[in-house]
């Protein structure tokens, strides 16, 4: 296995055919940096304009469409020691009448990211809340590669291509699965929050810049049934599809169908067997509820998968 | 604290001001008994007519509109050993044009339900999933109390009241909390489940007859603040909030706006100290998509409340 | 043809099975008078408490579950010369984020209705909109029947039984069928609007009480496939289905689906045929997306209806 | 006025920055020719890929972002005697159980289109819908300008550039505009549908080949009240707002807030007026519920604006 190691001087604002900034072949290793969603590097200087700039995009040699992209995430770590993130929840998170008793601001709070303990806290206690304090868990805010038909598709937003997910589950130690949808693959990453909680309502985690550790595979010749038609996570204990569009009843639609096609494509489940399966053992999580396009994520543990497969 | 038992002979398939059948004081335990979702008792037999007949409605003593009911959910646990569940993903929790691939069946799937290795698996295997089975986590599928203005709210669906939410939180060792709409509140419990998988997907969980034990208080003299407007829950380690309605987008706002007031109330925090900690430390729970209101449920882990309070 | 006048002392505020007011025979005529949604009557005066206090429910003698009952609107006619709206559009109706924008008011606009000239305008001069006025288009805000399963719906909301649908089609000149889901039928109807803009976005229309004449009938023996499952409408020109639910989305299918089954029905057509029709004839009305349930009316003119039929 | 002939041999599946084909000034006429969604042209032959193929874009001298776009629709004649349209309501239309009942077919309807009579009606006669024919109004299916930030957006969707809104209101004898979003706006325009129904519940119109003319304008130093954020159009009776986004209930939502800045910006109207105004006088069409952003647009009569202004 070669490792790569890049360090990116431009960045991407949108998912899309740009040329590639390195060739990457099935097992190989890449060690990269990210900016943080306002364009601000490990020295916390702007170096881009905002809006989830991505490092990228990573050519697969040899991918074509109808492949499957593997993405291992061996390691998301913070490189500098503070992050921000937004003062309000965001409007279409609350009823509609409550919008009203929500501030309308801009207002940024400052976060101390320490890798040592593990933690991030507000940098001036917010009143009410002192000492409040959350683990880091790092995860990466956007992940995919290029759309098809010459589409360039922004960085706030997500698709079959993966994107602005926002999905905590998307963090060191998971495996992704992308459908190959242009020659090249074209992986793009970056917008890493070292906490955030589920759904991302204030629209924003803790910002940060990071240093990553991916490995990349490719599946070829994959069989039609076997197709990744959205996004698709697996760790030591689950199986997960990420499901993207408004409302969340169509991105859990989307995560269930997905789910529903690994469990016949790989397990060789019936769609009895596959319905009882997810009926009685499977779980949801919830992406983001923020941006464009919402993420609903189908959980499935593999304690509950066929033994003999 | 006096524990009442009380062995059901009537049932109701709507939240309503019925007749109560028995009223308990605020500390008052009860012993009771539920039938399945299709009106079955501990010796499978049909006692009522099937769609989640409940048990009850139970007086509570002096209660009021504006005051709070609490139930302490101490044991669920059913009473027979076999469950019944569908065999089939329901058409909306799918794709459009995937529904075509499922199953137009009304077959049922049965379950042998173990309390002793706490395990369900299917009656007769699943080809594919031979071997399969779930831990038995016994919930309460339907739980709440009469609507305001002379509704009558079928125990199929759910709403402020509570309802139909399916939502596997709602087991032992919880307290929930539900608004009072009529005098003597009327609380109605039933439609046990011995497991499901979130979302409640193929429309059933493992349905089931079973032994209940609640306990029940009042909360008087609440101020407008602390007034419960959705359901809540509270367990040793965490408190939610559960919207019910559809889409699921309206369901978490609601869930999320009930947190919000819970922790400006109880906890006096500002909205942006509320924000950030929702914004940074929230999870979601998805209860059912399945039923005519769909139900999401915002969960906090109390390790992040203001430790003063 | 026998014409009842009935004159009511008792209104409802859910659509329930409550004791019928009169029983009509099929072809029989219904002079009786509606108060407005706050409870005022002609005089002005408040008769019944506010929230779309309903007259009836009227039952009709013979008709049974799987029945259809018809509903001829023959005249809907404000008696009084005043009625009244809110001033302000529904926060549900513009982007989250413009809700700060807009006021957070309860203050009411009285409007001068002058059936004379059959215009509305405000009492007193909206400032910038002075001269304002709209046509009198008198419509039924809540209509509908007793829901099945003991069930007592709220007259804020509306479902399969009809309801608060808030739609400006139903009006004098339109015959309505409504699927029979208890014995008797059980017809409500009240909640009359001056005029409205479509979907209600001030979650008012122009509020007033009225005069109202229909005609009811009964149509027994239904073949399944001719079965009512959401509200229908027919005037001289048009069919028109009523999909009740939110979001719009859901309503639109209950509307499109239950034209689809009209014109399998009643004029046998393929599915290929309903689908041509609809694909490239039909109309879409939004009814309200203010209430509960949110409405959406599939239209289609009868003039590209089978001529054979 | 000059008037520009253009004949396209390039076309785009993006709403995107590519090249200016031609370049027009303020006022500046235009005909030119669109190509069918499938990508024929007048002779029936395939002269681009399918999937919506535009013509453009035209560059807009002088256009900067903040700017206003105005495209008056001259005309828009489809240009070949033959049309297609699918035979199948698309499932996402219909209630997801009634998904069952639709055929899974990709067959095509074909449609004589007489610019004469101007009807269209199907080749080959429908088995029971013998005769069905309807009026030719020909509209654009597309028409739109470039995203800002480098996106390249898919002709198959819509969004606050335009885009496939497929809305019948978008033909000869409207005025529309859009924001300028990138220097020199990028003007496309395509796919015509002869006739279409509301929603274009069958994912097609009656497709077409066309020629077309338009005028250009632009309005430059627009004050921040002013700006377009949503497609607005404007005929001699009647202004509406165009909002695309899934559900429905969202794309409602982007239309009212756009009509209600329109009222303010243009008319100086106060929140109040403006909520009268719509609230008891406006309409809402349907323009799609298809596409992956669906469209809904806010109708309001010019008669019932301020006179004075």
């Given at each position: 296995?070669?490792?790569?190691?890049?360090?990116?001087?431009?960045?991407?604002?949108?998912?899309?055919?740009?040329?590639?900034?390195?060739?990457?072949?099935?097992?190989?290793?890449?060690?990269?940096?990210?900016?943080?969603?306002?364009?601000?590097?490990?020295?916390?200087?702007?170096?881009?304009?905002?809006?989830?700039?991505?490092?990228?995009?990573?050519?697969?040699?040899?991918?074509?469409?109808?492949?499957?992209?593997?993405?291992?995430?061996?390691?998301?770590?913070?490189?500098?020691?503070?992050?921000?993130?937004s003062a309000a929840l965001?409007?279409?998170?609350?009823?509609?009448?409550?919008v009203w008793e929500l501030e309308r601001t801009d207002r940024?709070?400052?976060?101390?990211?320490?890798?040592?303990?593990?933690?991030?806290?507000?940098?001036?206690?917010?009143?009410?809340?002192?000492?409040?304090?959350?683990?880091?868990?790092?995860?990466?805010?956007?992940?995919?590669?290029?759309?098809?038909?010459?589409?360039?598709?922004?960085?706030?937003?997500?698709?079959?291509?993966?994107?602005?997910?926002?999905?905590?589950?998307?963090?060191?130690?998971?495996?992704?699965?992308?459908?190959?949808?242009?020659?090249?693959?074209?992986?793009?990453?970056?917008?890493?929050?070292?906490?955030?909680?589920?759904?991302?309502?204030?629209?924003?985690?803790?910002?940060?810049?990071?240093?990553?550790?991916?490995?990349?595979?490719?599946?070829?010749?994959?069989?039609?049934?076997?197709?990744?038609?959205?996004?698709?996570?697996?760790?030591?204990?689950?199986?997960?599809?990420?499901?993207?569009?408004?409302?969340?009843?169509?991105?859990?639609?989307?995560?269930?169908?997905?789910?529903?096609?690994?469990?016949?494509?790989?397990?060789?489940?019936?769609?009895?067997?596959?319905?009882?399966?997810?009926?009685?053992?499977?779980?949801?999580?919830?992406?983001?509820?923020?941006?464009?396009?919402?993420?609903?994520?189908?959980?499935?543990?593999?304690?509950?998968?066929?033994?003999?497969?």
């Amino acid at each position: 296995m070669t490792v790569h190691r890049f360090d990116p001087t431009t960045y991407h604002r949108t998912f899309g055919s740009h040329d590639g900034v390195l060739t990457l072949a099935s097992r190989d290793g890449l060690l990269t940096t990210t900016v943080d969603a306002s364009g601000r590097d490990e020295r916390g200087e702007r170096v881009t304009d905002p809006g989830n700039p991505l490092t990228g995009p990573f050519l697969i040699d040899g991918a074509e469409p109808g492949d499957t992209l593997v993405v291992r995430v061996r390691s998301v770590r913070p490189n500098r020691p503070t992050g921000f993130s937004s003062a309000a929840l965001a409007p279409v998170t609350v009823d509609p009448a409550y919008v009203w008793e929500l501030e309308r601001t801009d207002r940024r709070i400052d976060w101390q990211v320490d890798m040592h303990s593990c933690t991030a806290r507000p940098s001036k206690p917010i009143i009410g809340l002192e000492g409040f304090q959350v683990p880091v868990e790092p995860m990466l805010g956007c992940i995919g590669v290029a759309p098809e038909a010459g589409q360039a598709i922004s960085t706030a937003t997500s698709g079959r291509h993966g994107g602005n997910m926002d999905y905590r589950g998307i963090r060191a130690g998971v495996t992704l699965r992308f459908p190959v949808l242009v020659p090249g693959a074209l992986l793009f990453v970056g917008d890493v929050h070292a906490a955030q909680g589920a759904g991302e309502l204030t629209g924003t985690g803790i910002e940060i810049s990071a240093d990553i550790e991916l490995e990349v595979g490719l599946e070829r010749g994959v069989r039609p049934e076997d197709r990744v038609v959205w996004p698709r996570g697996e760790t030591d204990t689950v199986l997960f599809t990420m499901g993207n569009a408004r409302p969340l009843d169509q991105a859990a639609q989307h995560a269930t169908t997905e789910m529903v096609r690994w469990l016949r494509g790989r397990y060789g489940l019936s769609i009895e067997a596959a319905s009882v399966l997810i009926g009685q053992a499977c779980d949801y999580d919830l992406g983001n509820m923020f941006d464009p396009a919402y993420t609903m994520v189908c959980v499935l543990e593999k304690r509950y998968l066929p033994t003999a497969t």
